[in-house]
């Protein structure tokens, strides 16, 4: 059975970085559509950034474009988000999610169904 697990979240000051660490093991990681997704309470869990496991391509959602990167090492079979330029809405439990079936381009991250869901690491961003 495949497993997530989520690290590098913590509480930071506006403008600085975190990278985010997602660990997976008993599944190949190249084999699956990745991505981050985030969830504030009482709001709906939303798709961060994404990478399509045939081409590559990736999604990021507009609030963080040009500051978030997602990566991948199918060696350490692990993904990273890199956060930059952290802002207070960024505030939010980041999840790590690995699925077969969905579609991942570069204005949509949509899976249907989540095959492996992380526990999730929470992020702070306050002065």
């Known amino acids: 059975q495949g497993q997530l697990v989520e690290s590098g979240g913590g509480s930071v000051q506006p403008g600085t970085s975190l990278r985010l660490t997602c660990a997976t093991s008993g599944f190949t990681l190249n084999e699956y559509n990745i991505g981050w997704f985030r969830q504030d309470p009482g709001k709906e869990r939303e798709a961060v950034a994404c990478v399509n496991r045939y081409d590559g391509t990736t999604y990021y959602t507009d609030a963080v474009k040009g500051r978030f990167a997602i990566s991948k090492d199918g060696a350490k079979s692990s993904f990273y988000l890199q956060m930059n330029t952290l802002r207070p809405d960024d505030t939010a439990v980041y999840y790590c999610?690995?699925?077969?079936?969905?579609?991942?381009?570069?204005?949509?991250?949509?899976?249907?169904?989540?095959?492996?869901w992380g526990k999730g690491t929470a992020v702070t961003v306050s002065s």
């Open positions: 999610g690995a699925f077969l079936w969905g579609a991942v381009k570069d204005r949509m991250c949509r899976a249907n169904g989540m095959d492996y």
